[in-house]
T-cell receptor, first 112, second 110 residues
Framework: GAGVSQSPSNKVTEKGKDVELRCDPI?????LYWYRQSLGQGLEFLIY????????KSGLPSDRFSAERTGGSVSTLTIQRTQQEDSAVYLC??????????FGDGTRLSIL | GQQLNQSPQSMFIQEGEDVSMNCTSS?????WLWYKQDPGEGPVLLIA?????ELTSNGRLTAQFGITRKDSFLNISASIPSDVGIYFC??????????FGTGTRLQVFP
């Protein structure tokens, strides 16, 4: 498709397990962003990739969170040793340089 | 750090009414973006503003870039049930990452 694609759309896992969330950005977009949205809340910035530059990781809430972007395209957000407070919707967005971001529909993560 | 404050936090209106919401910043922004988020989906870009004083329309939606560069307004005319959702303002922070407002939740009653 032409939009940002995220998978899985829903993920339920037990506390303490690791999870991987995937984002396929719009083809040709050099910038990729991850956000977290708790129920009924706004968007919390997590991490930002721009081309080959070092990622801006300033929003990652703890060292249990990490993200990679391979080949300048697909990105994976990994959460290790998940906690209940990690339950949220994780949104990915991509953009061309200095252009508005386009969002995927998110991954709804539930930690039991 | 930079913050965006949106008001009102929520609105409950009758179908056909006009809606107005705003967003204010503690610092100057050079771009203002307005997004709408439907339940279970990601935010979708409605309007982008790039110039102080700019007034831009998208159908029944009109947004303005405040002359001080510290605020922006979004108006929806003749609301319909599908306008229901959360409206977010956003602007680029000190780096390239967007700062989002806290959102205005709109409910439209028939």
């Amino acid at each position: 498709g032409a939009g940002v694609s995220q998978s899985p759309s829903n993920k339920v896992t037990e506390k303490g397990k690791d999870v991987e969330l995937r984002c396929d950005p719009i083809s040709g977009h050099t910038a990729l962003y991850w956000y977290r949205q708790s129920l009924g809340q706004g968007l919390e910035f997590l991490i930002y990739f721009q081309g080959n530059s070092a990622p801006d990781k300033s929003g990652l809430p703890s060292d249990r969170f990490s993200a990679e972007r391979t080949g300048g395209s697909v990105s994976t957000l990994t959460i290790q040793r998940t906690q209940q407070e990690d339950s949220a919707v994780y949104l990915c967005a991509s953009s061309s340089y200095n252009q508005p971001q386009h969002f995927g529909d998110g991954t709804r993560l539930s930690i039991l | 750090g930079q913050q965006l404050n949106q008001s009102p936090q929520s609105m409950f209106i009758q179908e056909g009414e006009d809606v107005s919401m705003n967003c204010t910043s503690s610092s100057i922004f050079n771009t203002w973006l307005w997004y709408k988020q439907d339940p279970g989906e990601g935010p979708v870009l409605l309007i982008a503003l790039y110039k102080a004083g700019e007034l831009t329309s998208n159908g029944r939606l009109t947004a303005q870039f405040g002359i001080t560069r510290k605020d922006s307004f979004l108006n929806i005319s003749a609301s319909i049930p599908s306008d229901v959702g959360i409206y977010f303002c956003a602007g680029p922070g000190d780096t390239d990452k967007l700062i989002f407002g806290t959102g205005t939740r709109l409910q439209v009653f028939p």
